[in-house]
């Protein structure tokens, strides 16, 4: 298959007081159409920013992107991004919130009826019909990120960029929505790219998972192929000894090859003020 989405030699600065930082270096990656990749790494490793930079929202100081062979420059619809938190307007509902990047995209290009029509079936595809009329202080966290999920493919994106989707969830409701979110990828062949820092998330969901070093100056330290079939059963796969492994594999890279120690602050020593010539005297 042809490349859909290529990172090419990408690196990035940033300015500082104490001079340029330099939080990516030669990151270069090529996905195919369709495929869920996973970045994974410690925190302060560029994963989001590698997100931002495919997203459009930073410009690389070298390198670039190309997508169906066309240069990325600044934000597109066909780069939705599903935040760690929803970002869903407030005092909108449920339904506007989609209604909002339905129009921004469609607007001119469909009828109010295809609008309408195709707002219910993004949420369908996140089963929130039921809620379409609530607003987000009325639902939980992970009909939230459903919402926010449903907003993003109603752009009708090609590639789908996830920073973290699930990581403020509980256990059993990231669950539910890693399994809908195998679901609408198979049925949509959406490219996804997600940061995650859950090993077990990562096996489970990926094609690949791109390990990424240390930073600063970080990079790509290892990408690994997971072939396991879909659809995938995570009760099933518990036992897998390829599943196993391949989860070794992601642990022994973070754990044993880039391994981040955080530095212990030590309290500072309080030496106690003597009492002044007053509270001498008052005692």
């Known amino acids: 298959m042809m490349t859909h989405l290529d990172i ?16 990516l270096d030669n990151v270069s990656l090529k996905i195919k159409k369709g495929e869920f990749v996973s970045l994974i790494g410690h925190s302060g490793c560029g994963k989001s920013t590698v997100l931002n930079i495919v ?27 599903v935040f760690q938190n929803h970002s869903l307007l407030p005092w909108l509902t449920t339904y506007q919130n989609v209604e909002l990047a339905v129009k921004q995209v469609f607007k001119g290009r ?57 990581g403020a969830l509980d256990a059993l409701t990231r669950a539910h929505l890693q399994d809908s979110l195998m679901d609408i990828q198979k049925d949509l062949n959406n490219t996804v790219i997600m940061i995650t820092h859950d090993v077990d998330e990562a096996v489970l969901l990926s094609d690949r998972i791109v390990m990424m070093t240390n930073g600063p100056a970080a990079s790509i330290g290892e990408i690994l192929s997971v072939d396991l079939e879909r659809p995938r059963n995570r009760l099933e ?18 754990y044993e090859k880039q391994r981040k120690v955080e530095p212990i602050t030590q309290p500072k020593k309080v030496t106690p003020t003597p009492p002044d010539h007053d509270e001498k005297v008052a005692s």
């Open 8 to 23: 090419s030699k990408v690196s990035i600065e940033f300015p500082t007081p104490k001079g340029p930082f330099k939080a």
């Open 55 to 81: 997203a459009g929202l930073y410009d690389a100081t070298e390198g670039g992107i190309l997508l169906d062979g066309k240069e990325v420059r600044g934000p597109g619809p066909e780069r939705a991004v």
């Open 110 to 166: 469909k009828t109010k009826k295809d609008m309408h029509d195709w707002i219910l079936h993004n949420l369908d595809l996140v089963q929130m019909t039921h809620a379409m009329d609530k607003r987000p202080a009325e639902i939980s966290g992970g009909m939230k990120q459903r919402v926010g999920i449903a907003r993003a493919l109603s752009m009708e994106p090609s590639v789908l960029l996830m920073d973290e989707p699930f």
């Open 237 to 254: 796969l518990a036992d897998n000894p390829k599943y196993v492994q391949y989860r070794a594999q992601v642990l022994k890279f973070l």
